[in-house]
């Protein structure tokens, strides 16, 4: 289909930074493809682009896409500017975060089991945008944490993504299950746990665990845990409270549970993420 495929080496990254960064006001030359990593998000103006031999679409201000090695893409520039940031993410490095979240995950990104494509608020933009000049500007006092500040930026960019994937996916959900994964929402809900999650469900339990399981493709225990994490991390770098409050709040049952369910998902203890905020 394409006469010129261009394959971009890894030229942003090293081994001590996996995670490279730049503005672009550009387009692109050539259909190309990559052996790293890639996620842009357009920041201002619109821009032509063309993903794996799809129908080009147009792309403006919170648009985003996940493009991983081997796949295929182009920018188009248009009459107006534009300005998109490129997040370059060495693949072995992606690798290590995706197996943070579910061992499967790297390889159903590859295989197209996730949204390649997402909308990002305005907000979201400049808090990621914030993390990088942070990233950029700090020093942090090992190498260790450094990676574990860049992990925890790698695993944001992928929360809209997969958030996408089960919007698309809700589509096809029946009203019930709908009502259940918005629970998993609810800050009041999560904090006194699956009980007060399924109540009112006038189905078996087992049955609810096996179903949320095939739609979801992770137990509700697991899920349950990873929402509690997520709020515990937007809490800790948005707000004040204490961290034996915070874990107290979302329903865990130790600051011991926490501080270890927390460093295994994020690679950072819950008191070096507040001084990353």
């Not at 942003?12 to 387009?27: A, N």
């Not at 107290?248 to 501080?259: A, D, P, T, V």
Request: with cysteine.
């Amino acid at each position: 289909m394409y006469k010129d495929i261009l394959c971009l080496p890894d030229y942003m990254t090293t081994e001590q930074m996996p995670v490279g960064f730049k503005l672009v006001q550009s387009d692109d030359t050539l259909v190309h493809t990559h052996d790293y990593v890639e996620i842009f998000y357009i920041i201002s103006g619109k821009i032509d682009h063309q993903y794996e031999g799809k129908q080009q679409r147009i792309l403006e201000a919170g648009d985003s896409y996940i493009i991983m090695p081997s796949k295929k893409h182009i920018f188009t520039k248009r009459k107006e500017t534009s300005i998109h940031r490129d997040v370059f993410i060495r693949e072995s490095f992606f690798r290590e975060v995706c197996d943070f979240i579910s061992p499967t995950l790297y390889e159903e990104l590859v295989n197209g089991t996730h949204a390649c494509h997402t909308r990002l608020s305005q907000a979201t933009i400049a808090y990621l945008e914030n993390q990088i000049n942070f990233i950029n500007q700090a020093i942090p006092d090992s190498l260790a944490q450094k990676t574990a500040l860049t992990r925890c930026f790698a695993a944001t960019l992928l929360e809209p993504f997969l958030s996408t994937t089960v919007e698309n996916q809700m589509r096809n959900f029946p009203s019930w299950f709908k009502e259940l994964l918005s629970n998993f929402n609810k800050i009041e809900y999560i904090k006194h746990g699956l009980d007060e999650i399924l109540k009112g469900f006038n189905y078996d339990r087992k049955y609810l665990c096996r179903v949320f399981k095939k739609n979801m493709g992770i137990t509700m225990t697991d899920y349950l845990n990873h929402v509690r994490l997520d709020y515990a991390l937007t809490m800790i770098q948005s707000t004040n409270k204490n961290i034996l409050t915070i874990a107290q709040e979302l329903g865990f049952s130790s600051i011991s549970y926490f501080n270890v369910s927390f460093k295994k998902r994020y690679g950072i203890t819950p008191i070096r993420a507040r001084k990353y905020k």
